[in-house]
């Protein structure tokens, strides 16, 4: 026999998922930037290559690559 608390956390859970999904059936249409609409990568990279080797390969041209620090590294700096 099923525990009461397991009872209830099914019922929670059913009625949050239940809740989520009238949420979302009820939000506003998502709305496409005119600017960005037609905006696509064609161009951006040889074709056949890797496309996220590419965006690596550019961000480290520019100086842009991360360096592995943690937010709370660039807050705080390295030695907090």
């Known amino acids: 026999m099923a525990e009461p608390t397991e009872v209830l956390r099914a019922l ?3 009625d949050e998922a239940t809740q ?3 949420e979302l ?3 506003a ?3 496409v930037c005119k600017r960005t609409q037609g905006m696509t990568f064609d161009g ?3 074709p056949g290559t890797d ?3 590419a965006w690596r390969d550019r961000l480290a041209r520019e100086g842009k690559l991360g360096t592995g620090e943690t937010i709370r590294d ?3 700096g ?3």
């Open 12 to 14: 929670w859970d059913v």
């Open 20 to 22: 989520a999904a009238v």
């Open 25 to 27: 059936e009820h939000a």
């Open 29 to 31: 249409p998502a709305k």
């Open 44 to 46: 951006f990279a040889e």
């Open 51 to 53: 496309l996220r080797e």
């Open 74 to 76: 660039l807050v705080l």
């Open 78 to 80: 390295r030695d907090a």
